[in-house]
């Protein structure tokens, strides 16, 4: 069964640091994609970051120059880390891994997490 389970969000001031974690488990995290989302109130969700297996890494560009994503394949975790927070970074935070390949049933996957809520006061 695989499971993607946040943590660290929470409420800061504007300009503040939050480092967001994202620990999977039932997948070979070494050879997947991770990814971060958010999702504001009435907004649709959109793409944070992305980093590769081999390390590549993408993001959106609201974020650019002040997130940094990041992972560390002997904890199976993946990192956002989040600097000079501004209010419209508040969301919900989605951690993803979008093309998990099952052998038996030769199919791709995508899977998310439950969120985790990143508050930035002004």
């Known amino acids: 069964q695989v499971q993607l389970v946040e943590s660290g969000g929470g409420l800061v001031q504007a300009g503040g640091s939050l480092r967001l974690s994202c620990v999977a488990s039932?997948?070979?995290?070494?050879?997947?994609?991770m990814a971060w989302h958010r999702q504001a109130p009435g907004k649709q969700r959109e793409l944070v970051a992305i980093?590769?297996?081999?390390?590549?890494?993408s993001y959106g560009d609201a974020v650019k120059g002040r997130f940094t994503i990041s992972r560390d394949n002997a904890k199976n975790t993946v990192y956002l880390q989040m600097s000079s927070l501004k209010p419209e970074d508040t969301a919900v935070y989605y951690c993803?891994?979008?093309?998990?390949?099952?052998?038996?049933?030769?199919?791709?996957?995508?899977?998310w997490g439950q969120g985790t809520q990143v508050t930035v006061s002004s």
């Open positions: 993803n891994a979008p093309l998990v390949y099952h052998t038996a049933q030769k199919s791709f996957s995508n899977y």
């Open positions: 980093i590769a297996s081999d390390g590549t890494r």
């Open positions: 039932g997948i070979i995290f070494s050879v997947n994609a």
